[in-house]
């Protein structure tokens, strides 16, 4: 018994180990040396540097309003990016999960610019916006697509939002399939032979029971709204007037263009923070809410 024991941990041993070593060299150490250099004044280049302690994290709190901006506009940017594609997305999936002889194509064709890159996509809806938009205006004289869409604060912000829900909401729709597939026919059966309507199915069985894939989306659309950088970047590069920049493209900026490394792990230090108190609120709010069919 206990040969059997020491055999089955060795081989959990070196199965796991190259996983784990891999893990603590590309994750671990670096987010450990980058708590240490958020407390320096390294330029990223030299091989020297200067602790500083928390001066750089003060000097973000007091003093740097670009931050601050880009911090405000990439939570408002999220906050709409998160509600509008868990929306499309649910609905897309609602209307897929009926018995339609094309769903299987639609569903491919909605899931595809999820698979696009974020910067091909960018320089794609950047013509898009500049090029085509402008030529069905001057062809229709809609007023929409007149518009001067990445020329303005306002009409960059809803770009942005249309590029990133356009991308994200065939990801969400997936999740939101296989949560709508997976609610019991018979529960279904039941509803119906109470009189419930649609929306009374919708809202009294539905929606509780796909609770575990609402948290999922949230989740992964959360993290990947605060974490935008290449469409963002690609798209509109922080303009006009850095009035569109991220939080991650704060960091880059201040990082790689103006090598203040220090100040902009520091940065990225609060980021991390940011983003793991948000998502961990939201994982605790849905699932409280999660119900077992």
Known sequence: MKQKVTKSLREDVIFIAPTFLFYVFVVVIPFIFGIYYSMTDWNGISASSNWTGLDNFKNIFMHDVDFAQSFWFTSRVSVVI??????????????????????????????????????????????????????????????????????????????????????????????????????????????????????????????????????????????????????????????????????????????FQYNRFGLGTAKALIYFVAILVITSVQVYITKRKEVEA
Not at 216 to 229: D, G, N, Q, T, Y
């Open 82 to 255: 998160v509600v509008l594609s868990n929306l499309l997305g649910f609905a897309l999936a609602y209307m897929l999960t009926k018995p339609l002889r094309s769903r299987n194509a639609l569903r491919t064709l909605f899931f595809i610019p999820n698979v696009l890159g974020g910067v091909l996509l960018g320089f794609i809806w950047q013509f898009i916006f500049t090029r085509g938009f402008a030529t069905i205006g001057e062809l229709t004289g809609i007023g929409f697509f007149e518009l001067s869409w990445l020329g303005t604060s306002n009409t960059s912000f809803w770009a942005i939002v249309i590029v990133k829900v356009w991308q994200e909401a065939g990801y969400v729709m997936v999740i939101y399939i296989a949560g709508l597939m997976n609610v019991p026919s018979e529960l279904k059966e039941a509803i119906d032979i109470d009189g419930a309507d649609s929306w009374q199915k919708l809202r009294h069985l539905t929606l509780p029971l796909i609770m575990p894939a609402i948290t999922v989306c949230l989740f992964w659309s959360i993290s990947v709204a605060f974490k935008m950088f290449d469409v963002n970047y690609s798209l509109t590069s922080g303009g006009p007037f850095r009035s569109t920049e991220s939080i991650a493209m704060n960091i880059y900026f201040e990082a």
